[in-house]
C-alpha cells in the first residue's frame, strides 16, 4: 500500500548512495511509499545490485533500525564519504598518481621474485598499497586513470595487475561498497595473476597462437594461484575470490573450478569483466592494444553464457565511453587524450590535444573544453592505429 512520504524516522535515499547495514524499509513509485516483502537490513553488496537491476531509483531507510556507525538514527542526513575529499590541483594529483604506480611497480616486482624463491606473501603491505589506491580514486580519479593508461609490453604482468586492481577499486566505488570492501577488491586485483610467475616465460609470452597443450600448462597459474593463497596468512575470502575466480563462466565452462551462475558471487563476476577489459585494451608480444569501444563491443558479446549482462552495462557507464586516459579524434582532425570526465556527461569531457591528423603533425597541445567548444568526438582511436607515440603528453 502507498503512503506518506512525510512516515517518521524515515529518509529518502537514492539506489546509488545505498551501504550496507541501511535498512530498506520501502521503495519509492511517484512520490509514494511501497511497501516491500523483503524489508530488512542491506547484507551485501549484491543485494544493492538487485535493486539497480529491478530499476529502482530510490528507496526509503530506517535510520534507527540501520547500523549505528552509518549515522543515521532520526538525523535525516547522507551517509559521510569515505574519505575527504579536498580540491587539489590537477598537476598535483597527476604527479601522486604516476608515484603510487611506480611504488605499486616496485611492491609487486618484489613480491613475485619473493614467491618465485618460495617464499609466503605477506598481505600487510598490499593494504597499505590498497588504502594508497582507494584514496588517490577519491582524490582525482582522472589522475589515476590517465597515468594506468601509460602500458608497456614488457611489464604486462606488473602493470595488468595494478589496473585490475584500480578498475575493480572504480567500479566498486561505482556501486557504493564500502571502504573495506574496495579495501578486499584492490588486493585481490593485485595479487589476481600471481601465479603466472610459476608458469613457464616462454609460453606466457609466446607471440602466437597457443597450442592446446602450451594453454592448459597457462592454466596451471591458477592451481599455483591456489597454493600461493593457501600460504598466505590474513588474506579475505573475497581478496583470494579474485584471483581464483577471474577464469569462471556463467555457463560453468570456465576454470579452475568450472563454477557456474549464482556459484560465482559479484565480486568473482566483477574480476571477470575487468580481466578481460584490461587485457584488450593493453599492448601484448603478440598484439597491439584495442580502443575501449572495440573492447566494449567484446565484453557484450560474452554475456550471458561467460560473463553478467547487468554487471558488464554497469561496467561500461562506470568506465564511460570514451574513458580518462584513452585516445579520442576531434571533428577538427585532431588526436588527444580524454583527460577530464568529473561532473560531465560521457560526450562531453576535456581533451588533451596534441596532434593533427590532417597535417600529419604534433601541434601545441591545448586542453579542448566540450562543453564549451563547437568541436565533437569523431570516434575514440587504439594507439596502434597511430604512427604516433602519445606517451609523453600523459
Known amino acids: ?105 616496485d611492491l609487486i616486482q618484489k613480491v613475485l621474485t619473493e614467491t618465485f624463491e618460495g617464499k609466503a606473501v605477506e598481505v600487510e603491505p598490499f593494504e597499505a598499497l590498497a588504502d594508497s589506491m582507494i584514496e588517490s580514486v577519491m582524490l582525482d580519479a582522472d589522475a589515476l586513470k590517465c597515468v594506468s593508461a601509460l602500458r608497456s609490453k614488457d611489464a604486462y604482468l606488473l602493470e595488468h595487475s595494478i589496473n585490475v586492481a584500480f578498475l575493480l ?41 597457443l597450442t592446446p597443450e602450451e594453454f592448459e600448462h597457462v592454466k596451471l597459474h591458477q592451481t599455483y594461484a591456489v597454493e600461493i593463497m593457501g600460504q598466505t596468512k590474513g ?45 584488450l585494451t593493453a599492448t601484448r608480444c603478440y598484439k597491439e592494444a584495442m580502443s575501449p569501444a572495440s573492447a566494449f563491443k567484446i565484453l557484450l558479446g560474452l554475456t550471458p553464457t561467460h560473463l553478467d549482462q547487468g554487471l558488464v552495462y554497469e561496467f561500461i557507464r562506470c568506465i564511460g565511453v570514451y574513458p580518462v586516459g584513452s585516445l579520442v579524434q576531434l571533428s577538427d582532425g585532431r588526436i588527444g587524450i580524454v583527460w577530464e570526465a568529473k561532473g560531465r556527461d560521457v ?13 600529419k603533425c604534433y601541434t601545441q597541445v591545448e586542453i579542448v573544453d566540450l562543453l564549451r567548444s563547437p568541436l565533437n568526438i569523431e570516434k575514440g582511436v587504439s594507439p596502434s592505429s597511430l604512427e604516433i607515440d602519445p606517451t609523453p603528453f600523459y
Open 1 to 105: 500500500m502507498g503512503g506518506s512520504i512525510e512516515s517518521s524516522n524515515l529518509i529518502k535515499i537514492p539506489v546509488a548512495k545505498l551501504k550496507v547495514g541501511m535498512f530498506v524499509e520501502a521503495i519509492d513509485k511517484n512520490k509514494s511509499l511501497v511497501n516491500i516483502a523483503s524489508a530488512g537490513q542491506i547484507r551485501s553488496a549484491e543485494a544493492i545490485l538487485r535493486l539497480h537491476k529491478s530499476n529502482v531509483t530510490h528507496v526509503w531507510v530506517n535510520g534507527e533500525r540501520s547500523l549505528p556507525e552509518l549515522g543515521l538514527g532520526r538525523v535525516v542526513s547522507a551517509p559521510k564519504p569515505v574519505i575527504k575529499k579536498v580540491s587539489v590541483e590537477r598537476a598535483t594529483t597527476q604527479k601522486q598518481a604516476k608515484e603510487l604506480i611506480v611504488e605499486a611497480k
Open 169 to 209: 577499486v572504480t567500479f566498486g566505488r561505482y556501486l557504493n561498497f564500502d571502504a573495506d570492501m574496495l579495501r578486499q577488491l584492490a588486493i585481490g586485483g593485485i595479487l589476481h595473476d600471481i601465479g603466472k610467475i610459476k608458469v613457464d616465460s616462454k609460453v606466457l609470452n609466446k607471440p602466437g597462437k
Open 235 to 279: 588474506l579475505s575470502q573475497i581478496s583470494k575470490d579474485i584471483s581464483l575466480m577471474h577464469h569462471e563462466k556463467l555457463d560453468g565452462k570456465g576454470y579452475p573450478l568450472g563454477l557456474k551462475g549464482e556459484e560465482i558471487p559479484v565480486h568473482g563476476r566483477m574480476s571477470c569483466i575487468v580481466d578481460i577489459f584490461d587485457a
Open 347 to 359: 560526450l562531453h569531457p576535456k581533451v588533451k590535444c596534441f596532434y593533427s591528423v590532417k597535417h
